[in-house]
């Protein structure tokens, strides 16, 4: 769609917020041809700033959505395993390419999942006392899997307590 003078209607909106929100990038959602370009999207950013912060919080629920997919994508075991049907060395062998797609498809989501809502994805960060001239350093460190499901359990846990009430 070129970008010309583009009119902004409250369904548009709801369907940009709702479809970043369920995972889906800009670039994708402004492909449709009824909805506005790239660059009329981020101009609407810079100058609302009601809709700015809307956005700001549908990319926090995508954050939740990319953990949620990791799940699946870890559970799904569908294609992990191939028949071999030559006679001499019939059965299942592993699917090396379907399991590195897999790990490939996690990484990516874990790390867009960290920088959307590093807080609760990203990596710890430590910030240390004065040093010997008076500045701050600040310290990251990578958290194990451990610690990273502990956080996503607590913060999953936090939501479910809110939605509840």
Request: hydrophobic share 35%; glycine share 6%; aromatic share 8%.
């Amino acid at each position: 769609m070129a970008d010309t003078p583009y009119p902004w209607t409250d369904e548009i909106e709801d369907e940009i917020l709702t479809r970043i929100a369920k995972g889906q990038s800009a670039v994708d959602i402004c492909s449709d041809d009824w909805l506005p370009s790239q660059t009329t999207l981020y101009k609407r950013l810079r100058n609302d700033q009601e809709f700015a912060q809307k956005y700001a919080q549908a990319r926090e629920v995508q954050a939740d959505t990319l953990f949620d997919e990791i799940l699946q994508i870890a559970d799904d075991g569908r294609n992990d395993w191939i028949e071999r049907k030559d006679q001499d060395n019939a059965g299942y062998v592993e699917n090396g390419e379907a399991l590195r797609r897999s790990q490939i498809r996690i990484d990516a989501r874990k790390w867009m999942a960290g920088k959307l809502r590093p807080k609760v994805y990203g990596d710890r960060s430590i910030v240390e006392g004065p040093g010997p001239n008076g500045e701050h350093t600040v310290k990251t460190e990578e958290m194990t899997e451990t610690e990273l499901a502990r956080r996503i359990a607590f913060a999953l846990a936090q939501g479910m307590e809110k939605t509840n009430g």
